[in-house]
């Protein structure tokens, strides 16, 4: 699959996620996103460095302003089981708008033509590291790291855009 | 691959961890066990239920009581990546003697014949919960749970048969 552009309606497909009563909910992602203002941002591992030291917490800490400037939802997304991003979710107690959810097998990641190879590192194949900001299903913006790095894909860099 | 068994000698294939300083190892199963008792105990997932609150914890109160009777290492092993498997470890500050080691792959897994289908959970292919005593990488106890229960693979029944 090409990667996921401006302009592209983003990929139905499901993602899942434990909900407040502790329930497994599986969903619809284009049922989560339809008619909305929503930011779907792309890890390559719960508790893995870069995730959780910076690109996590940009979004936790800058959710308010997005949400001042019309984002309706803020997506953490990873190829990890939904037991581990609610466990990882947890880590943030601080955290009130951003939901974590799970593409535990990755096939959502492949839709959206976003997989990392990290086999060597132990971790099979992930997402790479993205933001997206979609609006009413429809990209529009698509800000997707080229490897390791940590350069377009934060919360200020998607606040530039709106 | 038929399912690990008493008698056999355990398959050899790499699993990884995070050191004490905090740098990964990808060891080899057989340099891990030879000539040495050690504890492979098996679990589904980090982080979920059964796992976190009854399986692992029996392992790590009976840790000195083991180690008493002649255990070399206790080792606890799942199909997560040495991340998610470091942060779990993590959640046990009493820990002192169990190893959370990883097998990112499940490759390791499938060599010890023990796999177990949680795609329609969201978690992929993942280990059965087991327990194994190996004596210099032979298998002297081998305890799997057929299904989710947890009825033969805890740190007592491994007791008693030591």
Redesign the interface.
Known sequence: MAPIAVGDVVPEGTI?FFDENDQ?Q?VSVHTLAAGKKVILFGVP????PTCSMQHVPGFIEKAEELKSKGVDEIICFSV?????M???GKTYPENKHVKFV?D??GEYTQLLGLELDL?D????VRSRRFALLLDNLKVTVANVESGGEFTVSSADDILKAL
């Open positions: 899942s497994l599986s591992g719960a508790f893995t990890n089981d939904p037991f581990v609610k466990a990882w799970a535990g097998s086999k590192k132990g971790l099979g």
